[in-house]
């Protein structure tokens, strides 16, 4: 149990519709990564959230966007879904102090479909 | 894109038996990181090493790094059937993100 909390587990959506998925972090930790993992892949950074602000992305567009609130609760949204968005969606939380990136604890993922 | 790759993609042994990874990465590391996956599931941190460590113990774990070739091995000593997972290495070069490689599965048999 790392105390990350992810919704939904599964769901399913259509081509161009929109869908947001969301992270509840591990009591004091000041960080969200979000990564998508398609099968078969390791995990791929998309952004990081901290302390309320996007501070890093990976090579998606922006049709992927997130948001951290105050409470270190997380959303990652992804708007005009494609087929190739089917995938695990991992919220990771951490304590940042430095520069340097230190252990992560994900969360169980939610699993997209996009038919 | 993925910095690291792991060999091998897929590894079988037995139970008691040691079993071995490794990976490669392309750039300079502030520190690596070894996680495990089991069926799809959430990743759960095993063990990270510093640039500036050459090896480090978990238990039955032991990671070495060896940063003149970009290179890192996981050693599980004593495999278990419960140990059968993805093990994922992950590099972090400063720029608040951890990049991944592409895994490779162990199963353990009984």
């Known amino acids: 149990e790392t105390g990350v909390t992810q919704s939904p587990t599964h769901l399913i959506k259509t081509r161009g519709q929109q869908v947001t998925l969301r992270c509840s972090s591990q009591?004091?930790?000041?960080?969200v990564s979000w990564y998508q993992q398609a099968l078969g892949q390791g995990p791929q950074f998309i952004f990081q959230?901290?302390?309320?602000?996007?501070?890093g992305r990976g090579n998606f567009p922006p049709r992927f966007s997130g948001l951290q609130f105050p409470n270190y609760s997380s959303e990652l949204n992804v708007n005009a879904l494609e087929l190739d968005d089917s995938a695990l969606y991992l919220c990771?939380?951490?304590?940042?102090?430095?520069?340097?990136?230190?252990?992560?604890?994900f969360g169980e993922g939610s699993r997209l479909t996009v038919l | 894109s993925q910095q690291g790759e792991e060999d091998p993609q897929a590894l079988s042994i037995q139970e008691g038996e040691n079993a071995t990874m490794n990976c490669s990465y392309k750039?300079?590391?502030?520190?690596l990181q070894w996680y495990r996956q089991n069926s799809g599931r959430g990743l759960v941190h095993l063990i990270l090493?510093?640039?500036?460590?050459r090896e480090k113990h978990s238990g039955r774990l032991r990671v070495t790094l060896d940063t003149s070739k970009k290179s890192s091995s996981l050693l599980i000593t004593a495999s278990r059937a419960a140990d059968t997972a993805s093990y994922f290495c992950?590099?972090?070069?400063?720029?608040?993100?951890?990049?991944f490689g592409t895994g490779t599965r162990l199963l353990v048999s009984p």
């Open positions: 990771a939380s951490s304590f940042r102090t430095g520069a340097n990136t230190g252990e992560l604890f």
């Open positions: 009591s004091g930790h000041n960080t």
């Open positions: 959230y901290y302390r309320e602000e996007e501070n």
């Open positions: 750039t300079s590391i502030n520190n």
């Open positions: 090493i510093r640039s500036n460590e």
């Open positions: 992950a590099t972090d070069s400063g720029f608040q993100k951890l990049v």
